[in-house]
């Protein structure tokens, strides 16, 4: 055994036998965590068209919000590497942190650009805890893997109840600052989330994974990394680019923030509610077919809300999208396990996650214009686009067998 592999032997081992309780432990984060991403989605465009100079600029704090994810994934993958994953997590729950505190700031100043450095950390915690799911699979066995990393994203369920809930009850709370209650609060709850990381014990970085591994061209080029990079652009980018435009768009539709609210919390559980069971389904069909059934229901989700802009309608799509975006995510994330061994983990998984935000912002971008210009029909209609390419690059690789790059 070389000196790296003893090192890795010592840095697993410890990980393996406590993997359950780390898990858990991220699991936890993940629902505290995720409360922050819930405030900013139900509160950005809303927020956005009270204080932008330009209604056109109304949801451009939360593209900033997808842009600090896409910004600050690779920083934090290199910080992971050198210093430990529990090092970058706790950078960015100090983000998290700062964001409550900047938006509740510009509440008060009705500052725009001020709201929108908050939403860019808002960003930077978001990509940080993405890295979550990776987390949990380095904490256990090769075989319980795709389980650890839904169990987390299970987590989520909890935060699709708690940023909603924490926005509806906080949002008139600082009169005449409306939400200014709700992101000191969204603060708090980043704080706590530290005080729960501070106890998990993922693996070091080993010295293999310090150095490196193969060059990255070698590993982008592999058939099955395209594809699972490519459905978690498709999964996460509209997901994303239909969840942006839908509270405004009911806003416009004449309905209320509370059913907003609540839209938003139902489609954030349905995001992270089958988190308890994709891992099962990944083990046993496959993630190829778990991300087929993601996409099909995206398309299901898009097929519905063209049929009517009642509440139902709404809700029923942002719900069914959720669904489809964690078949999708999860699967695709999945996908990204077989294509790197572990020396290259961080690498590997921070360029995925960098190529899925970043190219996420664009959707992000264009979802107000074209909501705004052009309807709420148009953003349905033109994500059935992204979905047929996904489609195709699923099937020319899904009967492919995966490489021996995670050995």
Do not use: K
Not at 127 to 144: E, G, I, K
Not at 296 to 313: C, E, K, M, P
Request: charged letters at 10%.
């Amino acid at each position: 055994m070389s000196h790296a592999d003893a090192d890795a032997a010592m840095a697993v081992g410890p990980a393996i036998r406590s993997g359950d309780a780390d898990v858990w432990r991220l699991a936890v984060a993940q629902a505290l965590a995720g409360a922050n991403s819930a405030v900013v989605y139900a509160t950005g465009a809303i927020v956005g068209s009270m204080l932008a100079p330009s209604q056109a600029l109304a949801t451009l704090p939360i593209s900033i919000f997808v842009v600090g994810m896409a910004a600050c994934t690779l920083p934090a993958g290199a910080i992971a590497r050198r210093h430990g994953r529990r090092a970058a997590f706790l950078t960015g729950t100090g983000c998290g942190v700062l964001t409550g505190l900047l938006a509740a700031l510009a509440m008060v100043l009705g500052s725009f650009w001020l709201f929108c450095l908050g939403t860019f950390f808002g960003g930077a915690y978001a990509a940080v805890v993405l890295s979550f799911r990776f987390a949990a699979a380095d904490c256990v066995p090769a075989p319980r893997r795709p389980r650890a990393l839904s169990a987390v994203m299970a987590g989520g369920v909890f935060a699709g109840v708690i940023g909603p809930q924490l926005v509806t009850h906080t949002m008139d709370l600082w009169q005449p600052y409306l939400f200014a209650a709700t992101f000191l609060a969204q603060a708090a709850v980043a704080a706590l989330s530290a005080l729960v990381l501070l106890g998990v014990r993922v693996p070091m970085p080993t010295l293999a994974e310090m150095a490196g591994g193969r060059p990255l061209g070698a590993i982008v080029r592999q058939p099955r990394f395209i594809t699972a990079v490519i459905c978690g652009i498709v999964s996460y980018t509209l997901m994303n680019f239909i969840m942006t435009a839908a509270p405004l768009a009911m806003r416009l539709c004449g309905l209320s923030q509370e059913s907003s609210n609540l839209g938003l919390q139902w489609h954030i559980v349905a995001m992270y509610a089958p988190g308890f069971f994709t891992g099962r389904l990944i083990t046993r069909f496959g993630a190829p077919r778990v991300v087929a059934a993601g996409l099909a229901l995206t398309a299901v989700s898009a097929a519905i809300g063209l049929t009517g802009v009642d509440v139902a309608h709404f809700w029923l799509t942002l719900i069914l999208l959720g669904l489809g975006w964690n078949f999708g995510f999860v699967g695709a994330s999945a996908l990204v396990l077989d294509c790197h061994r572990p020396e290259e983990r961080t690498r590997v998984q921070s360029l995925n996650d960098f190529l899925v935000f970043g190219t996420m912002a664009v959707g992000s971008f264009s979802s107000g214009g074209l909501l705004t210009a052009y309807g709420w029909s148009t953003v349905l209609w033109v994500s059935f686009a992204p979905l047929a390419v996904a489609v195709a690059a699923l099937a020319v690789t899904a009967s492919s067998r995966p490489g021996r790059a995670a050995g």
